[in-house]
């Protein structure tokens, strides 16, 4: 059997939810919009056992043998918001989270991706770290709330971007001489720095021995968000060097990630500088740019069945 848990609307789980079913294979969906209907009791001893239940629907965690996780936060539940924070409807979605994440954590199924191991994406400057460990590249950074160290490392390396520190989302931006005037705000709000590394951007998807790797070219600081940033982006399959491969799916084995998105920069002079490891790739914008049919090699995954 294999659980799915997330969201409907999710593109990605949505995705992988109808390759499954289309091939008949057992699942299981946890709509997280029906967490307050949602019990769980969890039992570890010398096997890891417990009962998953939405309404009349029933599920022996032991039955499961791989679980695809994508949830977002219950507390954001409309019901939940409304109740607010201490209420019983509060209390429960946060209690139901922690158990099925511990259950992730213990369960001899494969997981995609256990949140120990989808943890240092929390921290980029801890990611980057362990990045670097597999012969990448990474940029020369700042993380400060001193607006005089940065006016210091811009001196030393010129045009420079900024991001946010943790695993949020944010917008990657240059630094422009017009954001002067809000630099005194950084006493209240620790701002990553990095050096502009100017080349060409890749995503490789990391889908257990499988690689595919897409080429992306954009007018704009963060090709995420073009339209915002009055760019256009134009994404493409790619073919990388073996080894660069190699790396990529190493640097993800060694992260316990079967299925990762990461981002590379080729330099002019062919140095490839990776920027993160994404624990939990929105792989269907790219795989709507490129046709890889990356939905079905996460289905290849969960139904190949337990592997811790």
Same mark, same amino acid.
């Given at each position: 059997m294999i659980l799915l848990w997330g969201l409907p609307g999710d593109g990605p789980m949505a995705a992988v939810r109808q390759v499954l079913e289309e091939e008949g294979a057992p699942v299981f969906f946890l709509d997280q919009r029906r967490a307050l209907e949602t019990q769980v009791e969890l039992r570890v001893g010398a096997r890891v056992e417990g009962l998953l239940s939405v309404g009349e629907r029933t599920l022996e965690l032991a039955a499961i043998t791989a679980a695809y996780l994508r949830p977002h936060d219950s507390r954001r539940l409309p019901e939940v918001q409304r109740a607010g924070p201490g209420s019983p409807p509060w209390n429960h979605v946060t209690l139901l989270e922690d158990i099925l994440f511990s259950w992730s954590e213990l369960t001899g199924a494969r997981v995609i991706n256990r949140p120990s191991a989808m943890a240092p994406n929390g921290s980029k400057p801890f990611q980057a770290l362990l990045i670097q460990a597999f012969g990448f590249r990474t940029p020369a950074t700042l993380i400060t709330t001193d607006?005089?160290?940065? @006016?210091?490392? $811009?001196?030393?390396?010129?045009?420079?971007?900024?991001? #946010?520190?943790?695993? %949020?989302?944010?917008? %990657?931006?240059?630094?422009?001489?017009?954001?002067?005037?809000?630099?005194?705000?950084?006493?209240?709000?620790?701002?990553? *720095? $990095? $050096?502009?590394?100017?080349?060409?951007?890749?995503?490789?998807?990391?889908?257990?021995?499988? #690689?595919?790797?897409?080429?992306? %070219?954009?007018?704009?600081?963060?090709?995420?968000?073009? #339209?915002?940033? $009055?760019?256009?982006?134009?994404?493409?399959?790619?073919?990388?060097?073996?080894?660069?491969?190699? @790396?990529?799916?190493?640097? +993800?084995?060694?992260?316990?990630?079967?299925? +990762?998105?990461?981002?590379?920069?080729?330099?002019?002079?062919?140095?490839?500088?990776?920027?993160?490891?994404?624990?939990?790739?929105? *792989?269907?914008?790219?795989? /709507?740019?490129?046709?890889? /049919?990356?939905? @079905?090699?996460?289905?290849?995954?969960?139904?190949?069945?337990? #592997?811790?």
């Open positions: 607006p005089e160290a940065v @006016r210091e490392f $811009q001196e030393r390396h010129g045009t420079l971007i900024y991001k #946010s520190i943790s695993g %949020v989302r944010s917008i %990657v931006s240059r630094l422009k001489p017009e954001h002067a005037g809000r630099m005194e705000r950084l006493r209240w709000c620790p701002t990553q *720095f $990095q $050096q502009h590394v100017p080349g060409e951007d890749y995503r490789v998807h990391v889908m257990g021995d499988e #690689s595919f790797a897409a080429r992306i %070219v954009s007018s704009a600081d963060d090709y995420r968000y073009a #339209s915002r940033q $009055q760019g256009r982006t134009h994404i493409e399959r790619a073919e990388l060097p073996a080894d660069v491969l190699a @790396r990529c799916r190493r640097m +993800a084995l060694a992260m316990k990630l079967p299925v +990762a998105g990461i981002d590379l920069r080729r330099t002019p002079e062919g140095e490839w500088y990776c920027f993160e490891v994404n624990p939990s790739p929105g *792989f269907t914008y790219y795989q /709507e740019a490129t046709g890889y /049919e990356l939905d @079905r090699a996460v289905a290849r995954l969960l139904w190949g069945g337990a #592997s811790a």
